[in-house]
């Protein structure tokens, strides 16, 4: 089963397609939790790994490097998902160049300048509009008659188009805007709604009112953002040289990537809370680097338990769980989700038993005394799942219970034998 780790930016669409195609073949996917853009992808040793510097970026367990979204969630697809025979596999790329080539840019051209990414044209704008319209009811058509894009169960097809729309259903399709489009509305709400793609992305939030663009809004946006002003100095005249060879253009930023890019960064939850002496970091780092021998010991010489709290989390619907990789799927979609969550907070999450008689549950450790979904609105996609438990960090029981899932060892409370855990760090 193909594995790696995925350097990209949380939210972007091209992200959530590799993750959804991971969530349909069952891929197992680490996201790097440290990846900043515009810094990780511009530093040394990523660009050994990856020259061009693109995100997304994946790095397989073996060593193998690739990049571009449509390579990775093919490398990551099961047969299923790239087409049945020659045909299906044909017409998967047919829809991947349809929703590269015919829904971005046009989409690019109409969001982007009303969110103040690239400047605003109206003709460009209206143009945009045109394009869009046109691939929606070609979509439309082809659609009247069919579940799916291709064949009788979701491909890379599908999920190629339908996270191309994404920023324009997010946006600027409005209902009346959409009204027309029956077909493609179905069989969009449709793939949201499936359970491998609510896990990478959650709730989607239809659009119900355009985005407008607002050239004010936009100027002190740009204003705050903008470097203090310096007094201007008139350049020096500028000698005759003789020409050089013109250098190759730098590349420039993936659109979609630039927009997320852009956008303010948010608030740690965390900062309304004390620091303590904890250092999550090192701990990590000891646990990465370490046997439990020393990572355990480390981690209760270390603990703040005036600042930290650690607490236990079961699954509430064991009882539902069926084949085991489904059942991890679970767990990986859940730490996605939280992934702005990392950087004070370490979890350990076991699966105990086997196929049709497992349990879900893990040793969470976070900044602050309260449950940290609380913090933010982002954070509780999962929580309530769980049926949560604050641990006495001075119980015996509690000391035994962090040594046992750190560990990956025991037993759950049915005595179930542990099967597999996955870490958030």
Known sequence: MASGTLYAIPGNFRTDKVLIASQYSGAHVKTSPDFVFGETNKSEEFLKKFPLGKVPAFETNDGKYLVE????????????????????????VQWLDFADGAILPASSRWVFPLLGIFPFNK?????????????????????????????????????????????????????????????????????????????????????????????????????????????????????????????????????????????????????????????????????????????????????DKENYSIWFGEYKYNHELTKVFMSCNLITGMFQRLDKMRKQAFASVCLFGEDNNSTISGVWVWRGQDLAFELSSDWKTDYDTYEWTKLNPDDAKTKQLVEDYFSWKGTDKDGRKFNQGKIFK
């Open 69 to 92: 979204s449509n390579a990775i969630a093919y490398y990551l697809a099961t047969q299923q998902l790239r087409g049945t025979d020659v045909v299906q596999q044909a017409q998967v």
């Open 123 to 303: 003709q460009t704008v209206e143009s945009a509009k045109t394009d869009v319209k046109s691939a929606l009811q070609f979509l439309d058509e082809y659609l009247l008659t069919r579940t799916y894009l291709v064949g009788e169960r979701i491909t890379l097809a599908d999920i190629a188009v339908a996270t191309s729309l994404f920023q324009l259903y997010t946006h600027v399709l409005d209902p009346s805007f959409r009204k027309p489009y029956i077909n493609v509305n179905r069989w969009f709400v449709t793939f949201i709604n499936q359970p491998e793609v609510k896990t990478v992305i959650g709730e989607f939030k239809l659009c119900e009112k355009q985005t407008e663009y607002d050239a004010k809004k936009i100027a002190d946006q740009k204003a705050k953002s903008a470097p203090k002003d310096k007094k201007e100095k008139k350049p020096a005249p500028k000698k005759e040289a003789t020409p050089k060879p013109t250098a190759p253009p730098a590349e420039e930023l993936d659109p979609a990537e630039e927009a997320l890019a852009a956008e303010p960064k948010s608030k740690d939850p965390f900062d309304s809370l004390p620091k303590g002496t904890f250092n999550m970091d090192d701990f990590k780092r000891c646990y990465s680097n370490e046997s439990e021998d020393v990572s355990v010991p480390y981690f209760w010489e270390k603990f």
